[in-house]
């Protein structure tokens, strides 16, 4: 059995019904734990002299927790220990006037004889000596020419816009290798905004890179993982169309976009504060295009010292892929429950899926032209968009003979009584022949299922005796077909001989007799 430990709540109500004359049986009984525990918490009160009438402060109920819960110190490590007796040494090398690195101190205590594990080392000098690695940074090698570019957002401040303050934020595109950089004002962060941004930087630039280093919104990536993040579906696919390879930075670490990091403050400083915006979008993307390329890529960089705009018109233009010549169509990727219509609900308009699908859930992809329906990652059906409250249905999605009467197909009815009888499709054609034919959809198959259970020619010969008399009503026909089926009963209970279908006959060779060997019948 685990140990369980109580806590304050817990003691003071064991204490206070001791006090008031509960033995250990009744206590456990109450639920303050088994009467093992309950007599050690009791048995601590008793030696730190809590009588049953004492006051049972926070002080004291403390005190006989701790006399119950405390635990044994562990004895150190031989390990640990060895480090203690170098603790003098060790702190010198560490924080004298020339420190060195813990990797060194390892090598030199291993050098006297002191051998210990990296990772205890470590630990023994985090806490017994307060001592932590110095943070540094790595400067990486400048990409090749049109190899890579890094965006971010960037918050930039508010703005009027019909008359409220709306947060102004930008996309900004660099390219790493020229720093030559874009900035597109949006009002929102979504991947519509991110794909509309990056075609407008593409256009800007006059060409598209290789590769694209983002930030982890979840507009771009869902699932944030230094080995395998997953893009949002639809920006995936965005970087397919647009032959970009996508390389998010990792969490927290600003250095792994070091290019775009630092020009969010630098636009914020240069390009929004003091300005006068009118709150249009249109003439807040036309400023910072105008002064991406006029002033932030015409002055000299701080870090390569050269001009931006120059480096990239020279050296980074001419290798970079070509535009975009269509806008892309962003998709929206969702789940949907095919229900037992045979439908499912997208952008309140409904689209049909087969009837395997039936109480299933299935990804659908939706664009401006079709709804793509995937199931396990194989294409189900494309419909075309309908808009809200319309619906887009296949007929082969029903179950065989439900098609015609779920699309209230006419023509469906009328081919299968074609099928049966002539006089039953004369009937049928006749009941049909009005204006609005579908409202006798339900008399139609009615027709049909009498059919079935009185036999296409019996129901033909009622059709040519209703249709003699001009009688177009199929509850008619059904009780003239009960009528006659009386009478034959009847019939058939007198005596009278009734014309069966000869089912179980057998042919005349089956009674005739053999001779026997005598020349007798036998």
């Not at 976009?257 to 914020?268: A, D």
């Amino acid at each position: 059995m685990s140990f369980r430990e109580l806590h304050m709540i817990d003691v003071l109500e064991l204490l206070r019904r001791w006090q008031a004359g509960q033995s250990a049986r009744e206590i456990a009984r109450a639920g303050a734990g088994d009467r093992k525990t309950v007599a050690r918490y009791i048995a601590a009160a008793r030696e730190l002299e809590v009588g049953v009438t004492d006051a049972l402060t926070e002080e004291v109920v403390r005190r006989v927790a701790d006399r119950v819960q405390a635990r044994p110190k562990a004895s150190p490590s031989a390990a640990w220990a060895s480090l203690e007796a170098e603790r003098s040494r060790i702190e010198t090398w560490l924080k004298g006037k020339d420190p060195l690195r813990l990797v060194r101190v390892h090598e030199l205590l291993a050098r006297q004889g002191v051998i210990v594990g990296y990772s205890t080392l470590r630990r023994f000098a985090h806490q017994e000596l307060g001592f932590r690695e110095p943070r540094s940074t790595v400067l990486l090698a400048d990409c090749a020419p049109g190899e890579e570019a890094q965006i971010d957002f960037g918050m930039m401040g508010s703005v009027v816009v019909e008359g409220r303050q709306r947060r102004l934020w930008v996309l900004v595109v660099t390219l790493s290798y020229s720093r030559f950089t874009f900035v597109y004002p949006t009002f929102t962060q979504t991947v519509e905004d991110v794909c509309a941004g990056l075609d407008a930087a593409w256009a800007f630039f006059g060409g598209v890179p290789q590769r694209l280093v983002p930030d982890n919104p979840a507009t771009m990536v869902i699932r944030a993982d230094p080995k395998a993040p997953t893009l949002q579906r639809g920006f995936a696919e965005y970087a397919q169309v647009r032959g970009l390879f996508i390389d998010p930075a990792r969490v927290a670490r600003p250095q792994d976009k070091g290019r775009v990091e630092n020009q969010v403050p630098y636009i914020r400083e240069r390009w929004f504060a003091g300005e006068t915006f009118s709150g249009d979008i249109g003439e807040l993307r036309t400023h910072a295009a105008h002064w991406c390329r006029e002033i932030a890529g015409a002055r000299v960089h701080g870090t390569t010292r050269r001009v931006p705009r120059e480096v990239f018109d020279l050296e980074e233009l001419p290798v970079l892929q070509p535009v975009p010549t269509a806008a892309f169509d962003v998709p929206r990727w969702l789940e949907a429950k095919v229900h037992a219509d045979h439908h499912i609900q997208v952008g309140r308009a409904l689209y049909s899926a087969p009837t395997s699908l039936l109480h299933k859930t299935v990804d659908v992809r939706v664009d401006r032209r079709t709804v793509r329906i995937y199931f396990r990652n194989e294409l189900i059906k494309v419909h075309p968009h309908v808009a809200p409250g319309k619906r887009s249905t296949d007929p082969t999605h029903y179950p065989v003979g439900k098609a015609d009467y779920a699309m209230r197909s006419v023509d469906g009815v009328r081919a299968k009584a074609a099928g049966l009888d002539p006089h039953v499709a004369q009937f049928a054609e006749r009941l049909l022949a009005g204006p609005l034919p579908w409202t006798k959809m339900r008399q139609a198959y009615g027709l049909l299922r009498l059919c079935e259970r009185y036999g296409a020619p019996r129901v033909g010969a009622i059709c040519e005796r209703a249709l003699s008399f001009d009688v177009l009503d199929v509850g008619r026909v059904e009780r003239m077909l009960k009528s006659a089926v009386s009478d034959e009963q009847e019939a058939t209970a007198s005596g009278k001989l009734v014309a069966l279908p000869a089912r179980f006959a057998r042919a005349s060779e089956a009674f005739a007799t053999v001779g026997s060997k005598d020349g007798g019948a036998s």
